[in-house]
């Protein structure tokens, strides 16, 4: 395990995240409610089927996949320990709380994704969400996790967009360089909650709603801990999205919870009419640009080739 990675698992290990002062926290999935829509778009039938929740932190995300795919069988992993052991007792709460709701196998693994050592195309969905970033390499992240995917199998991926996330990414920096100790979690929630806790109310005048997020992200140490203090984090325009799908052979279908309808965004319609010969990669951009989306939700499918 490199040290990047290190010291990642120890902040996951002593900030476990999705956050978990309470047991029914449901960190904010925008986006979620809409995966059973794509996956009857692209016909995706649930019968027999496995899965693999990669980077499932404290099992929040691993329920909501469970309910909504209904799997014959999700595996669900992470790097921390103490995350994994949260999700499991999580997971039997639910399932005491909801019985029958969730009627597959779920069963959780502490691994590495860059150092998964399971057999090769052994899934035909996998979910990642808010994995990639984090990691060292996220293409070597997302190599590993092809490698797991069966011919025609599906990938849901969420990764933060480089536009949508500028200023968070800015604040990060500003706390890295004025928290010179890597190491020192605490000392860097300290300086970010002195530096962009005391102006809310001045920031709210002119933007609510990332005065609104700064303030639910000071709520709890494990969200100030990955917005603030992760010792790597990779922003995704929507050309490296494309690009990595590619050079993994995976098609792009779809971008959950975006509008993706040129006219959303473009009134007059001989402008509108000048987006109709743009190539896709084109076409996303321009959405890109107008929308600003803090993350993106992708959705691929692996490539079929005939032998």
């Not at 999935?29 to 404290?58: E, M, N, V, W």
């Not at 921390?80 to 959780?108: C, L």
């Not at 092809?146 to 536009?163: A, E, F, M, N, T």
């Not at 706390?175 to 020192?184: D, E, H, T």
Request: hydrophobic letters at 35%; a positive charge.
């Amino acid at each position: 395990m490199d040290r990047v990675t290190e010291m990642v698992k120890q902040m996951n290990e002593k900030y476990p995240f999705p956050p978990i002062s309470n047991l029914k926290f449901h960190y904010p999935t925008k986006g979620f409610d809409q995966i059973p829509l794509y996956l009857a778009k692209y016909s995706f039938s649930s019968h027999g089927k496995r899965g693999l929740d990669a980077g499932c932190g404290t099992g929040e995300g691993t329920i909501r996949f469970a309910k909504i795919a209904k799997l014959a069988e999700l595996v669900a992993i992470d790097i921390s320990h103490t995350s994994v052991k949260i999700a499991k007792r999580r997971f039997k709460i639910f399932q005491s709380m909801n019985p029958g709701e969730i009627r597959g196998n779920v069963r959780f693994e502490q691994g590495d994704i860059v150092e998964l050592n399971m057999q090769e195309k052994s899934f035909d969905i996998i979910f990642s969400i808010g994995v990639l970033h984090y990691l060292p390499s996220p293409k070597q992240g997302f190599r590993n996790l092809i490698r797991l995917l069966k011919p025609k199998g599906l990938i849901l991926c969420r990764v933060y967009s480089y536009l949508g996330r500028w200023n968070q990414t800015c604040r990060r920096e500003i706390v890295s360089i004025l928290g010179n100790n890597p190491k020192n979690v605490d000392e860097k929630i300290k300086i970010a909650k002195k530096l962009f806790l005391s102006n809310i109310n001045e920031l709210e005048k002119r933007d609510f709603y990332e005065a609104y997020d700064r303030m639910f992200c000071f709520q709890d140490k494990a969200l100030c801990s990955y917005n603030y203090c992760s010792p790597v984090e990779t922003t995704f325009r929507i050309e490296d999205i494309l690009n990595l799908l590619d050079e993994n052979d995976i098609k792009f279908l779809d971008l959950i919870g975006l509008d993706t309808n040129a006219s959303t965004y473009i009134k007059d319609p001989y402008i509108l009419a000048k987006t109709k010969g743009l190539s896709l990669l084109d076409k996303l951009r321009l959405i890109e640009l107008f929308a600003k989306p803090y993350y993106y939700f992708f959705i691929g499918q692996k490539r079929v080739h005939p032998h």
